[in-house]
């Protein structure tokens, strides 16, 4: 049976590791680079209990859906697929399908009616469970949704995709609650890994091969593991041998120190790219969000790191019609946008989530017209804003790290190549290069998401 493949950043299996012989699970990702790295998580645990991991849907006695709770679309995405998959049963009547992550924690008592043939659903801070639960057998579905406040997985090594950057959590949960947001209540109590640890995780990074590593928490630079903090961590990762570029996401503005951006101007391989959530530009409104700023405090914050860090690639994510938001807090939004000036945002529709403040507290008042409007005013503002900031790189030579074939080749059907610059922009290029390069492009033409130029050095 041939299954469409969904989007493809929605979409990521994990690669296929030959294992012992045993069972064979197949794993979709649906959400954050969290859950990514999560299912690289699950992916180790469950070959080292003799899995083995596929990347065929069709082939796999074990189906695991890793989801997301963040906006309720994502969540009826995965019923859909879900059911879809379910179809499989006519084949294979011994399959086991689950729902594991955010949505298996938020939905846990609500899923077993609305996809009554789910056989498991676990939460985020279950997985080391997962090869026993897997190995039960059960007439109704297994449920494991406890929150774990000390969970972090320390001694797992994630089975890592091949590629060029290598995903680590350094910090589980959140402990901010924005009103708006389920995160806290899926993923629970903020919780850091130890230092050592991470250190000793990238050291084995490099070993294996990868140039890049991203950090990875809700609240990144809320780090703290004993005495060292996110400063220190960075600067840690950074020398590790063999580790060209440090990337971290997503950081929490409040939380957003100097010694952070003193390390992030001082250390060569901190890359110069931020995401810097700022959900609105009105101040009204980032209180009724508890988002803990100001607009003022989050334009000198951003003002700090352009000094510091004169090339830095700056995004964001902007939520459109929250609760209570008039037409003069969405101009501020724009306002903010035009001032501020990102390289590109994650731009969302406010989507009510059952147990949030907002939830319980805040009328969802602006109507979804409303909201559809306002958000593709603020898609069509920074589409033209990326396209005038790509355009100044005309000219420029930027270093690449490849990271392979691009999926759509030239006009003339000539294979092209991509990789990343150090701002996170993808650059394309015709001339051959091998994954995980580093090369030199010379920038021709871009668009508002994509630089084209040629390789410049030693082309092979
Ligand atoms: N700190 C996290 C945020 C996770 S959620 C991080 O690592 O990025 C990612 C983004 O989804 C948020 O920044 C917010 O813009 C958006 N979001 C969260 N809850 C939402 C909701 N209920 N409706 C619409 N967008 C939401
Ligand atoms: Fe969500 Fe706010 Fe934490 S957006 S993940 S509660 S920082």
């Not at 064979?24 to 790295?37: F, H, K, L, S, W």
């Not at 924690?105 to 609305?114: A, C, I, N, V």
């Not at 990074?205 to 060292?228: C, H, M, P, W």
């Not at 392979?404 to 990789?419: E, F, I, L, N, V």
């Amino acid at each position: 049976m041939n299954l469409p493949l969904l989007e493809t950043t929605e979409y990521q299996p994990v690669a296929t590791r030959p294992g012992p012989a045993g069972r064979r699970v197949y794993i979709e990702t649906y959400g954050c680079q969290m859950n990514v790295a999560d299912s690289e998580l699950v992916a180790s645990i469950l070959a080292d209990a003799g899995f083995q991991i596929t990347e065929q849907a069709e082939q796999a006695d074990i189906i695991l859906l890793n989801t997301c709770a963040v906006r309720e679309h994502a969540e009826e995405r995965v019923i859909g697929r879900v059911s879809q998959l379910n179809g499989l049963r006519a084949h294979r009547p011994n399959l086991t399908l689950g729902i594991l992550g955010c949505m298996a924690q938020h939905l846990s008592k609500t899923l077993p009616d609305r996809a009554p043939f789910v056989d498991l659903v676990m939460g985020p801070d279950s997985y080391r469970r997962l090869p026993q639960l897997l190995s039960q057998s059960s007439d109704d579905a297994l449920l494991d949704v406890r929150l774990d406040r000390s969970e972090n997985y320390s001694g797992v090594h994630p089975q890592r995709t091949t590629g060029t950057n290598a995903w680590v959590t350094i910090i589980r949960g959140c402990d901010k609650f924005c009103t708006f947001c389920i995160v806290p209540f899926v993923r629970g109590r903020e919780r850091s890994v130890a230092a050592d640890q991470i250190v000793r995780q990238v050291q084995h990074i490099a070993a294996e091969g990868f140039k890049e590593v991203t950090l990875l928490g809700q609240t990144v630079n809320s780090y703290r593991a004993d005495d060292v903090d996110f400063a220190d961590l960075l600067r840690q990762v950074s020398q590790v041998e063999g580790i060209e570029r440090v990337r971290f996401t997503s950081p929490y503005p409040v939380d957003f120190t100097d010694r952070v951006i003193d390390a992030m101007a001082e250390v060569g391989p901190v890359c110069p790219s931020l995401h810097l959530p700022v959900q609105s530009g009105s101040d009204e409104q980032l209180a009724r969000m508890r988002r803990g700023y100001t607009v003022d405090q989050y334009r000198q914050l951003v003002h700090k790191l352009r000094a510091a860090l004169p090339d830095l690639a700056l995004t964001t994510d902007i939520i459109t019609g929250f609760c209570g938001e008039t037409d003069a807090d969405f101009r501020q939004t724009c306002d903010l946008m035009e001032e501020i000036r990102y390289d590109s945002a994650f731009m969302f529709k406010y989507s009510e989530r059952e147990g949030t403040y907002a939830h319980k507290k805040l009328p969802d008042d602006v109507p979804q017209a409303v909201k559809g409007e306002r958000l593709q005013h603020i898609i069509a503002l920074q589409e033209g804003i990326s396209r005038q900031i790509n355009q100044q790189q005309v000219g420029r030579t930027v270093e690449v790290l490849v990271e392979g074939p691009s999926k759509r080749p030239a006009a003339d059907g000539q294979p092209r190549y991509y990789g990343r610059t150090p701002q996170g922009k993808t650059a394309i290029f015709p001339q051959l290069a091998a994954s995980n390069e580093l090369v030199a492009v010379h920038i021709a033409r871009t668009t508002s998401h994509t630089l084209f130029g040629d390789r410049i050095d030693d082309a092979a």
